[in-house]
């Protein structure tokens, strides 16, 4: 099994609909991040959390919300969804560690296209 | 705030030949870390290569190296014997080496390996 699952893999959603990414991992790792990927403009930031009680905003949180439900799942929602909220969703983890040099761990990415 | 700048959103390498990708980054940190990352594809993340700020030497992994230049905030790699199997889009990115690290993207560099 992956270290860092993200599910569903694709999704094709209307706009207006409310949509949950699921994101669980196996690594112990108390950091976890949503990054979203668009062209041209690499991954940025959505939301991240260092633990279950620690959700902090990224560099592009507008229309979307999180819940870390336990140490393990960190799910990223959209309220609305539109259609410039296609794109490319990647579920991190990471390990503060100085001696993995603050690995990171992905996930294999959620497609979301909205119509 | 860091950022990372990658100038080529695209190149190209004949097989066997040896490539430069280029990365320039912005901070004014002294203790922080550098990263290249591959995705093919299958659009997984796989970390390349890593380089600690505080390490003069230059990072290498098999066919993989860096020329880190931290007075020019220069993060480039280098490929040599290029192989099919790395034709991928590559990211640099930045990571602080404070508590409240992040992981901050460029824009992502397309490589082409051409038979």
């Known amino acids: 099994d992956a270290d860092v699952t993200q599910t569903p893999r694709n999704r094709i959603t209307k706009t207006g609909k409310r949509i949950m990414l699921e994101c669980s991992q196996t690594?112990?790792?108390?950091?976890m991040y949503w990054y979203r990927q668009d062209p041209g403009l690499g991954l940025r930031l959505i939301y991240y959390s260092f633990d279950v009680k620690d959700i902090n905003k990224g560099e592009i949180s507008d229309g979307y919300s999180v819940s870390r439900q336990a140490q393990a799942k960190f799910s990223l929602s959209l309220e609305s969804a539109i259609p410039n909220q296609t794109a490319l969703y990647f579920c991190?983890?990471?390990?503060?560690?100085?001696?993995?040099?603050?690995?990171?761990?992905f996930g294999s990415g959620t497609r979301l296209t909205v119509v | 705030a860091q950022t990372v700048t990658q100038s080529q959103p695209e190149m190209s390498v004949q097989e066997a030949e040896t490539v430069t990708l280029s990365c320039t980054y912005d901070?004014?940190?002294?203790?922080?870390?550098l990263f290249w990352y591959k995705q093919p594809p299958s659009r997984q993340m796989i970390l390349v290569i890593r380089?600690?700020?505080?390490?003069?030497q230059n990072a290498t992994e098999n066919r993989f190296s860096v020329n880190f230049q931290k007075a020019a905030k220069s993060f480039s790699l280098k490929i040599s014997d290029s192989q099919l199997g790395d034709a991928a889009m590559y990211f640099c990115?930045?990571?602080?080496?404070?508590?409240?690290?992040?992981?901050?993207f460029g824009t992502g560099t397309l490589l082409a390996v051409q038979p």
């Open positions: 380089q600690e700020a505080y390490k003069q």
């Open positions: 990115a930045y990571l602080s080496g404070g508590a409240t690290n992040k992981l901050i």
């Open positions: 991190a983890t990471s390990d503060p560690g100085a001696e993995t040099n603050y690995g990171y761990t």
């Open positions: 690594k112990g790792h108390d950091r």
């Open positions: 901070t004014s940190e002294s203790d922080y870390y």
